[in-house]
């Protein structure tokens, strides 16, 4: 067994003689285990964490060695934990993170323990970026005026944050109105490495938005997990996972010129989906690798979740220390960076060969072409010559197929706004509207805004086209909601700003303003016309998700675009044009102006990034990040280590500590809640857009007062469990397949199920509560990818509070499976050729589902009986996806929750884990 002491402790010292203790991975061969120069980075990161946190309990010596044995192809079952050293939140996902834990101290107050026992024990960053709605658009001072909406509306959740900056030591709050958590962990709050107890580490996190892997591009390892699992780790426990493959994907040429990092990023997501990274590692390397900014290698990592990987980590090299110097990080801190990765042997980007990896995919990025992805999914990649002739197809294909159903002479048919739809504003009076017209073009912060080069080149392609005497399509909402104000800054030097500007692409918001699906409202002339004539109208966004009803529930059609390419769209008002040969519109002078007459030359781009980025307006614009504006300051709060829990439908005590836990009871006489086909994402299961009045949640809030202008979003009341449970499988788009189809063959859509065995049709919420009272256990059936997007706790939190015993599915999502069994909820899967389709599963059935012993064990079968009219028809085996022992203690103890409650302060009474 290996030392877990002192033989790994190895120093340096600085160029000014400061001495500096780490855990060397080059003294692994003196204690008898292998050199690790051909480990994956990854997978040496995650040992140096091991190695530097093992204490014989959580952290074992079993642990390093099955680390520093790793093998590229052995079979994956033990698990390994990983300590990090910072967690990161947004405040739709920190909010309920917050409430739990003042839920923690409240309970902990209730058993008589010390509430300051619940305290994060490492640094917690909480960014507000995901709150805001982008209600005003296109004028000068639609920030102010949607930031003013924004702390108006949430008051009530700001106040409970700035309770919470003052009750936890360890926790900082980023106010409104500064940009994205994403880029604001690039741009300010990474430091490459962090020192604790006189030893420097590697810096490290898990974040509660799963797109935290942009971080990755940086050299900086973490990945998205869900709120309870950031939150067991806040508290001290180590995130575990299941020992993981790695996958190398080799970047090999240079990127021809016009091609952009978000073209790279989307080729890369349908390859790599289509490949099969899901729950793995991944790593790139080669000379491509080593060529990219690293702000093109943050766009790629961004990505990450869409094409289904963990990480997409970036080792640290040059480049690298480059963007930190460039940001305004120290010169000191930047040569203590690279000096730590160099004294590791971890700098630089690995050659082709130099690391056994568990699979190796090439990609030359000389013959990525330009493209866009839609109108559904990420990985739905299409090159930019096919976008208008695949969308068309698309649009005459039969629904059954996945199609829109249109016929031809449909999509050349125009409606006029005026003629059916009354108060019209007036540049609208002459517009008509059609199927595939453009309703959104947005310039939205997820992926790209940390990009300089992709919004230099948005600004001169509209700069470009002013100057041809272009203008955006009057029917066109343009959004421009930059990641960072840095943004602004730049944009200001270059001269780029005022043209966007003058194309409708002011500024409208520093956070996620659109592909959260905070977009605010269409035009309701508009609205109305596209519901009334069931048009597919589309937007067009420069973020990562493009979801069914994620960016408006009017919108069915969805792509992902780079910054310069959203504007050209912007500029056309349809999706069925050709901009590879057809023109985007016509000079003072009649002349077609064609995507090659506008689009700027990569020296124009370099040139312009050169002279206006300046590290001192990083350093300037984050001096005071943590202050807020007049607004946010005048919010007052209550203080105190203990919560008093207001009155309020924005936050509310949750009622996840009021059951005991009790070891796995079979369930018996239970029925389907709802059954689902593949993909379906947690957006479906847990939306985050505006909340309608004729929905459950929104009858709730009116039956307390809340005018209906004042419902917010599922989002900005995900610390209500009254409103996050009604809000649980409320989608417009949620297809249940127990729902019988509608006439002409249509499928009936939306948040609806059949009660059995009464077979009336009602809301999802009304039959749980119906099956509640009869005492009636709950199922959810599902295909591939349950779970997918973005990690929402409240997915699992609704389910639970919903009645819901199991999910049974094809396959998870990584994040989602693992919120379940922290809610104490069961994932099964199914095994062979077993499906809902294979089982003629409709919901008129009832399921027994029993284990072999009274406990779930990782790996474990159980048995499903399903019983039609009373008598048994067949039985099957699941799988229990829980994959290790310390999932199976959290199952056991009811959730996450109140396991790390218990081992706070009944620390005698803990169970232990066994390895």
């Known amino acids: 067994m290996v030392s877990c002491a002192s033989p790994y402790l190895r120093s340096f010292a600085e160029a000014n003689g400061t001495l500096h203790q780490y855990f060397s991975l080059a003294a692994l061969p003196s204690q008898g285990l292998p050199s690790v ?63 739990d834990l003042a839920a923690m101290r ?10 300051r026992a619940i305290e994060p024990m490492i640094p917690v960053h909480l960014v507000i970026d995901h709150s805001v709605q982008t209600v ?194 120290t010169e000191r801190q930047v040569a203590l960076i690279g000096q730590y990765y160099r004294e590791q042997g971890l700098f630089g980007s690995p050659q082709p060969g130099s690391i056994d990896y568990s699979k190796v995919v090439s990609i030359d990025l000389s013959a990525i072409q330009p493209g866009v992805s839609g109108p559904r999914r990420p990985q739905d990649y299409l090159p930019l010559d096919m976008v208008s002739k695949s969308f068309k197809s698309l649009l005459l294909k039969d629904p059954a197929e996945g199609g829109y159903g249109k016929i031809l002479e449909q999509l050349s048919a125009r409606c006029s706004l005026s003629a059916r739809t009354p108060m019209v504003p007036v540049h609208l009076e002459a517009v008509l509207i059609g199927h595939a017209d453009l309703m959104v073009a947005a310039i939205t912060s997820c992926t790209n805004t940390s990009n300089p080069q992709l919004l230099i080149a948005a600004g001169l392609l509209a700069r470009n086209a002013l100057a041809k005497g272009l203008k955006v399509k009057p029917w066109v909402k343009t959004l421009f909601t930059p990641g960072s104000r840095v943004v602004a800054e730049y944009l200001a030097q270059a001269g780029l700003e005022q043209p966007l500007a003058e194309l409708g692409f002011d500024i409208t918001a520093y956070g996620c303003g659109a592909c959260v699906g905070n977009i605010g ?77 506008l689009w700027p030359s990569g020296d124009e781009i370099e040139a312009l990034a050169t002279q206006s980025i300046d590290p001192a307006i990083y350093s300037r614009l984050y001096e005071n990040i943590f202050e807020g504006s007049s607004d946010w300051n005048s919010i007052n709060s209550t203080i105190g280590p203990v919560y008093d829990w207001p009155a309020s439908t924005y936050i509310t005590q949750p009622r996840f500590f009021d059951e005991p836990a009790a070891a796995f009871q079979p369930i018996r006489g239970a029925r389907a809640l709802a059954i689902f086909g593949d993909s379906v994402t947690t957006d479906h299961i847990s939306p985050a857009g505006a909340i309608r009045l004729e929905s459950p949640a929104g009858h709730w809030l009116a039956a307390q007062g809340v005018a209906p202008n004042e419902f917010n979003t599922y989002g900005s009341r995900r610390g209500h469990s009254e409103v996050m449970v009604r809000g649980t499988f409320a989608s417009v788009r949620l297809k249940n397949l127990m729902l019988p189809l509608l006439p002409e063959g249509a499928v009936d859509e939306g948040p609806f199920t059949l009660h059995r065995p009464s077979a009336q049709r009602m809301s999802i919420f009304k039959a749980s509560l119906s099956y509640l009272a009869e005492g009636v256990p709950l199922l959810i059936f599902a295909g591939e990818e349950y779970g997918t997007g973005s990690s929402r706790d409240w997915a699992a939190k609704g389910t639970r509070l919903l009645g819901v015993r199991a999910v049974v599915a094809r396959s998870f999502e990584r994040i989602h499976r693992s919120n379940l069994i922290g809610m104490g909820i069961l994932p099964l899967q199914f095994e062979a050729d077993d499906s809902v389709q294979n089982l003629r599963l409709d919901g008129s059935e009832s399921f027994d589902i029993s284990p072999t012993e009274n406990v779930i064990k990782p790996g474990q079968r159980l048995k499903l009986i399903i019983r039609r009219s009373g008598v048994i028809c067949i039985e099957i085996s699941l799988l229990a996806r829980i994959d290790n022992a310390v999932e199976a203690a959290y199952f056991r103890a009811g959730g996450i929750l109140p396991f790390v409650l218990d081992q706070l302060i009944d620390a005698p009474e803990n169970e232990v884990i066994q390895q």
């Open 37 to 99: 120069d051909r480990l994956p980075v990854v997978i040496r990161l995650l040992l140096e964490s091991a190695l530097r946190n093992c204490n014989g309990i959580q952290v074992l010596t079993s642990h390093i060695e099955a680390l520093a044995r790793w093998q590229p192809q052995s079979v994956r079952e033990g698990e390994i934990p990983f300590v990090v050293s910072r967690v990161l939140l947004q405040d739709f996902t920190g909010v309920p993170l917050l409430t």
């Open 106 to 115: 409240s309970e902990a107050v209730r058993r008589g323990a010390d509430p």
């Open 136 to 329: 005003f658009s296109d004028s000068k001072n639609a920030v102010e005026k949607n930031q003013q909406l924004e702390v108006f509306q949430n008051q009530e959740r700001y106040a409970f944050l700035k309770w919470g900056t003052q009750a936890f030591e360890t926790f900082k709050v980023v106010p409104p109105g500064k940009g994205i958590c994403h880029q604001i962990n690039l741009e300010h709050l990474a430091q490459g490495v962090v020192e604790k107890d006189g030893v420097i580490f590697p810096e490290t996190l898990v974040g509660t938005d799963s797109h935290t892997t942009m971080i990755n591009g940086i050299g900086v390892l973490g990945w998205g997990v869900g709120g309870i699992e950031a939150e067991a780790s806040m508290l001290g426990q180590p995130l575990y996972l299941l020992m993981p493959d790695v996958v190398g994907v080799c970047l090999t040429g240079s990127l021809c010129p016009g091609i952009t990092a978000t073209d790279v990023v989307l080729h890369i997501t349908q390859l790599l989906r289509a490949t099969g990274v899901v729950g793995k590692l991944v790593e790139f390397l080669g000379e491509g690798a080593a060529l990219l900014s690293a702000t093109d290698r943050a766009t790629i990592s961004s990505m990450a979740p869409e094409y289904g990987a963990t990480c997409a980590y970036f080792p640290v090299d040059n480049n690298t220390l480059k963007y930190y110097q460039q940001t305004g990080r």
């Open 521 to 597: 409202g269409l035009e309701p002339a508009i609205e109305d016309l596209i519901t009334e004539q069931d048009l597919i109208c589309c937007s067009v966004l420069s973020g990562n998700r493009n979801f069914d009803a994620r960016i408006h529930p009017a919108l069915r059609a969805n792509f992902l675009a780079s910054p310069p390419l959203v504007v050209a769209y912007a500029l056309c008002g349809t999706m069925l044009i050709d901009l590879t040969t057809q023109p985007l519109g016509y000079d003072n002078s009649g002349t077609p102006v064609f995507l090659a007459d």
